[in-house]
């Protein structure tokens, strides 16, 4: 028997409760002790529409996908079509056997490319084109099948609790998490703890739900549970972990951070962050209630504005009076920013522009991943100015650099782009409870009305001229602190002019900030290296690839072969010195990222002169998983690829 080791998957139209139920299998997991780590797929529609949602579940940490399902929960015809072919030989699917007969060519939203393959391997194993000539091909490669008929469960629930049929309806996801956590013989508690999370603040609901989990509960635990050999067990454990999403880390890490101004205007993923934002723009301080206080709260302003243009400038004006000021946006809609951007840079000002990369050019694959957007990131806006660019590879480090940005910004007083891709923002994932006793805000240098008042009478340059190029700078409205913002070059108080000695020292200034940059952020917060150092095979890589990184890394080991791996967190300043150092050490240089390109070497090979050996690329819209990883690299090694570039393909 295997035991908490286990891939989840299920999916159905958009709008149907997928991520509820997702969500409530993984928090109850979550609450049983157990690490989980989850992949959020949707089409960029509101409703009807496939979508899917898999849950790796283990003791230990998890941080990517797999290709594979253990357990594939379905209540529609369609994810047993799409995903069947997912479920591992000795895994299992669940699904309503009065659908059955649901023939493949009348289900609409599937495309020519799943269903031509489809019919044609059901035509040579003679079996029917419907949902059940899936299931059986399913079968005879070894996948079990658990019919649960759910209009079952629903007309017991309207007979017993008298609730009309509509309501009772609703508690279908519930009913599917219920029977799968049945099979695998969890304990029930946990599964209740989860509704009780799940639907906070509706008692009736909650009282529902939880009535018609465990009948579906003890469907699965009596009817199935025998024929299943993975099962799941509470663990015991005293870390306080959180279960988030990534934009939700990156919001909790502006609030800690001390963002007070969140500007955005809607687009795909980044939105979710700002509307997170929103709901909690009042909150209690940590220790708002000590000492018998009453309780202290912070805030947040979050500002729709009318597009992307308003968005920067606006969150500019906010950072110009003082605020900890950011916006959120994707990537056609930092390309409305790129103006903005550019004045942020003439005048110095401390923004934070967090950049949710996805599938491009234009609005190209806006709900899919891709890490398109590294060079636009790096280069947006025109004319030269330094600006700092930052990446988090997994849901930690997306809290922390969001405290970072907010720092990097004052400190150097420049725009600051946090970049995170798609996979990154949408992904779950249990994680250590954040110390918050380590979070340092850095404001720079801000002078003080005194201070601006013993420099009166011309004395205050907001733009002087300085070693380390960062002026000290006052906020807009402090007595004595009067200074001038243009778009054109200036001179130190602000003025315009069109000197060329002026231009050059101006210049030079301002770009020394970089310099001091590279300096002073501690090597900690500019890369990580996993792994032996004298291991033959380095992986160069950064963002959301991460996890799929580590985790194969494991597997490998497991497999007899060391690798490691350089990631980079601080893409702009490159710390091209202690890149260099580590690349030369290696005897094999494999690059993975998810872009046609390969963004990330090309960089690498700008400031340090070293190509990447091998590159392993993906750019069909989904994440890179640790299977896809752990292939790649074993066929790099043994030189079954021949070719520099792997173009990875996986993923419905």
């Known amino acids: ?45 509101i409703i009807g529409e496939h979508s899917y ?47 059955s007969n649901t023939p493949i060519n009348k289900l609409e939203n599937l495309e020519p490319q799943v269903t031509k393959p489809l019919l044609e391997k059901l035509r040579h194993e003679e079996l029917p084109a419907t949902m059940a000539g899936a299931l059986k091909m399913a079968e005879r490669r070894g996948v079990k099948m658990f019919p649960a008929a759910y209009d079952d469960f629903v007309n017991a629930l309207i007979q017993e609790l008298n609730v009309d049929s509509s309501r009772a309806k609703k508690t279908l996801n519930t009913l599917s998490v219920a029977v799968s956590l049945g099979i695998l013989e969890y304990d029930f508690d946990m599964l209740a703890r989860a509704l009780e999370a799940q639907f906070r603040g509706k008692t009736k609901v909650i009282a529902t739900n939880i009535k018609a989990a465990e009948k579906a509960y003890d469907f699965g635990r009596s009817q199935f549970a025998a024929q299943f050999a993975c099962k799941l067990r509470k663990v015991k454990t005293t870390e306080r972990r959180l279960y988030l999403t990534g934009y939700q880390a990156i919001a909790l890490g502006k609030l800690a951070g001390g963002c007070t101004f969140q500007t955005y205007y809607p ?26 206080r009453a309780s202290e709260t912070g805030s947040i302003v979050v500002v729709q504005t009318e597009d992307e243009i308003a968005a920067l400038t606006m969150a500019i004006g906010a950072a110009l009076a003082g605020a900890r000021a950011a916006t959120a946006t994707s990537g056609p809609g930092f390309s409305l920013m790129a103006e903005g951007t550019g004045w942020a840079g003439m005048n110095e000002v401390p923004v934070v522009i967090t950049l949710y990369s996805r599938g491009g050019p234009a609005t190209g694959l806006p709900t899919r991943h891709e890490q398109g957007d590294l060079r636009f990131a ?45 996979a990154l923002a949408n992904s779950t994932q249990t994680v250590t409870m954040f110390d918050l006793d380590k979070l340092r805000l850095k404001r720079g240098k801000i002078l003080s009305e005194a201070e601006l008042a013993s420099l009166q009478n011309g004395g205050y340059k907001r733009f002087a001229f300085v070693e380390d190029g960062v002026s000290p700078r006052s ?25 060329p000695t002026n231009r050059v020292m101006m210049m030079d200034k301002r770009m020394r900030k970089l310099e001091t940059a590279a300096r002073e952020i501690p090597l900690h917060e500019k890369f990580n290296f996993f792994g032996d150092p004298d291991a033959p095979v380095t992986i160069v890589s950064w963002g959301s690839t991460k996890g799929a990184i580590l985790d194969a890394m494991n597997v490998l080991q497991d497999q007899g072969m060391a690798v490691n791996f350089l990631q980079a967190r601080l893409i702009h300043p490159l710390p091209a010195e202690e890149f260099t150092a580590i690349l030369r050490r290696a005897k094999t240089t494999i690059g993975v990222e998810m872009n046609y390109l390969a963004q990330f070497a090309g960089v690498v090979r700008e400031h340090t002169g070293i190509a990447l050996q091998h590159l392993i690329v993906k750019y069909n819209g989904r994440p890179i998983s640790r299977d896809e990883i752990v292939e790649s690299i074993k066929n790099i090694v043994t030189k079954k690829t021949t070719s520099r570039k792997v173009v990875l393909t996986y993923g419905v």
């Open 378 to 422: 790096l280069h947006a806006a025109h004319g030269e100015f330094p600006r700092l660019v930052l990446a988090s590879g997994d849901i930690d480090e997306a809290f922390h650099d969001a405290v970072h940005a907010f720092n990097y910004a004052e400190q150097y007083q420049t725009p600051v782009v946090h970049i995170v891709d798609k």
């Open 267 to 292: 687009i795909t993923p980044a939105s979710d962050e700002s509307v997170y934002l929103e709901s909690h723009e009042v909150f209690p301080l940590r220790n708002g209630s000590e000492n018998g």
């Open 1 to 45: 028997m295997r035991q908490n080791q286990l891939s989840w998957m299920t999916g159905g139209a958009q709008g149907s409760g997928v991520d509820s139920a997702a969500n409530i299998f993984a928090k109850a997991c979550t609450y049983g002790g157990l690490h989980v780590y989850g992949k959020r797929e949707y089409y960029s529609n």
């Open 475 to 499: 906020f807009l409205g402090s007595k004595h602190g009067l200074f001038w913002n243009t778009g054109d070059e200036h001179d130190e108080s602000g003025h315009i002019t069109e000197d």
């Open 53 to 99: 949602f898999q849950v790796r579940v283990a003791e230990t940490t998890v941080r990517a996908h797999v290709d594979t399902v253990d357990l594939l929960v379905t209540f529609d015809a369609e994810t047993v079509i799409r995903h069947g072919h997912e479920v591992a030989p000795g895994g299992a699917i669940i699904f309503d056997p009065t659908l």
